[in-house]
């Protein structure tokens, strides 16, 4: 499977955007790029998928490179409602049920 | 809708002991899962469904098994608990595989095996 690379944790003021990274250099052709996100004793949820094009709906937008080796999920306007643990998955859609969520980065929101 | 709930929230078990959690989903998805997520991980996969009446390994099989009796629950089990298998538990469904709204997840299980 192919794999991603998060930073562990970043902090980023209330109310300005946030611009949280993955890398995924191994990406193939036939893998979407998801992101889900765990708000502290909850269940993930998801946030948003895309393959090649940049993708935006009303919790964020995502912005995937030309070469699709790396993505960046953007929250435009953070509140103090999105702190938690973000996470980056690749995920084949051609009958592959298997996945790893990894560890994910945690965002810290500064009143 | 409910959406995703699971039974029980909480649960301490001693070792050796058996237990069956239940997940059900009211929105009428095809695809369910049991993750689990131990502290400071993320989540891994035990079991998946397809649909009613199937069930197939998933990263993290061993020490639990599930069934699929009814497309709307989805039972995971631990036939002989082990302090191991303490963790929390996380049920999701998806109307496809991922799908255009990913798969959605219940509130979780936290389970102790002492």
């Known amino acids: 499977d192919a794999k991603t690379t998060q930073p562990n944790s970043m902090e980023s003021n209330e109310e300005e955007p946030v611009h949280l990274p993955c890398n995924h250099s191994?990406?193939?052709?036939?893998?979407?790029i998801h992101w889900y996100r765990q708000l502290p004793s909850q269940g993930p949820e998801y946030v948003i998928h895309?393959?090649?094009s940049n993708v935006n709906n009303r919790m964020a937008s995502l912005a995937i490179a030309e070469d699709r080796k790396s993505s960046t999920l953007i929250l435009h306007r953070a509140t103090l409602r999105d702190a938690a643990v973000y996470y980056c998955?690749?995920?084949?859609?051609?009958?592959?049920?298997?996945?790893?969520f990894g560890t994910g980065t945690r965002l810290t929101i500064i009143p | 809708n409910a959406g995703v709930t699971q039974t029980p929230k909480f649960r301490v078990l001693k070792t050796g002991q058996s237990m069956t959690l239940l997940c059900a989903q009211d929105?009428?998805?095809?695809?369910m899962y049991w993750y689990r997520q131990d502290p400071g991980m993320g989540l891994r996969l035990i079991h998946y469904?397809?649909?009613?009446?199937?069930?197939a390994k998933g990263e993290v099989p061993d020490g639990y098994n599930v069934s699929r009796l009814k497309k709307q629950n989805f039972l995971l089990g631990l036939e002989s608990a082990a302090p191991s298998q303490t963790s929390v538990y996380f049920c999701?469904?998806?109307?496809?595989?991922?799908?255009?709204?990913?798969?959605?997840f219940g509130p979780g299980t936290r389970l102790t095996v002492l």
């Open positions: 999701a469904s998806s109307y496809l595989p991922w799908g255009n709204n990913g798969q959605f």
């Open positions: 191994t990406i193939s052709g036939t893998d979407y």
């Open positions: 895309g393959l090649t």
């Open positions: 998955i690749l995920r084949d859609d051609f009958g592959n049920e298997k996945l790893t």
């Open positions: 929105m009428n998805h095809e695809y």
């Open positions: 469904s397809v649909g009613e009446g199937t069930t």
